[in-house]
């Protein structure tokens, strides 16, 4: 059974432009939730998306957002960068909202 | 204002001993957490949870304890063993009874276990 694939791994981009992640679920997760962990903050939650709609959003400014596909798939999108968007992002979904959530690898961003 | 905190950044135990990882939280309203074990270059994975009607939860090498009025909870692993070195983050929600599942982390507990 094939994991959560975050793609790409690695990212490097500069200040000021956008970026757009990818997360695929589990196959017959519903949910997917987007989490950014620094080394200072932690694991910080993003959002979750549970059929298509967003249900819960983390403290992040709106350059931060997301969608969700009907396959499941979803999409993590930050406009304008900043330095301190330089993070691991990562996705995890579960089969039903609040429990079961299986992390993904994460994209490794890196803004300069 | 960090809702879930684990004070300890690392611990160091030798092989075969308990290790225990500790968690505070300031929500009266958490009655959901779990663990969380992350090796590098990995997403984390779920070790074990435990709901707010219970004060303990055990699985294999695991346990974990809560004490709902201190708002403490805590990870033993007992005998810890060398694969066990990693990061251990614990993780807290409202629940169903909120109708959320947010899940707020805290900053983690790196556990290096000594061969």
């Not at chain 2, 611990?11 to 074990?37: A, H, P």
């Not at chain 2, 695991?62 to 614990?90: E, M, R």
């Amino acid at each position: 059974k094939a994991g959560v694939t975050q793609t790409p791994r690695y990212l490097i981009k500069t200040r000021g432009q956008q970026v757009t992640l990818s997360c695929s679920p589990i196959s017959g997760h519903r949910s997917v939730s987007w989490y950014q962990q620094t080394p200072g903050q932690g694991l910080q939650f993003l959002f979750e998306y549970f059929s298509e709609t967003q249900r819960n959003k983390g403290n992040f400014p709106g350059r931060f957002s997301g969608r969700q596909f009907s396959n499941s798939r979803s999409e993590m999108n930050v406009s304008t960068l900043e330095l301190g968007d330089s993070a691991l992002y990562l996705c995890a979904s579960s089969p039903e909202l609040g429990y079961g959530y299986t992390f993904g690898s994460g994209t490794r961003l890196t803004v300069v | 204002d960090q809702q879930v905190k684990q004070n300890s950044p690392s611990l160091s135990v030798q092989e075969g001993r308990i290790s225990i990882l500790n968690c505070d939280y300031t929500n009266s309203m958490f009655d959901y957490f779990l663990w969380y074990k992350k090796y590098p270059a990995e997403g984390p994975t779920f070790l074990i949870s435990i709901s707010s009607i219970k004060d303990k939860n055990e699985d294999g090498r695991f346990t974990v304890f809560l004490n709902k009025s201190a708002k403490h909870l805590s990870l033993h692993i007992v005998p810890s063993q060398p694969g066990d070195s990693a990061v251990y983050f614990c993780a807290a929600s409202e629940g169903p009874a909120s109708g959320t599942y947010k899940y707020i982390f805290g900053t983690g507990t790196r556990l290096k276990v000594l061969a």
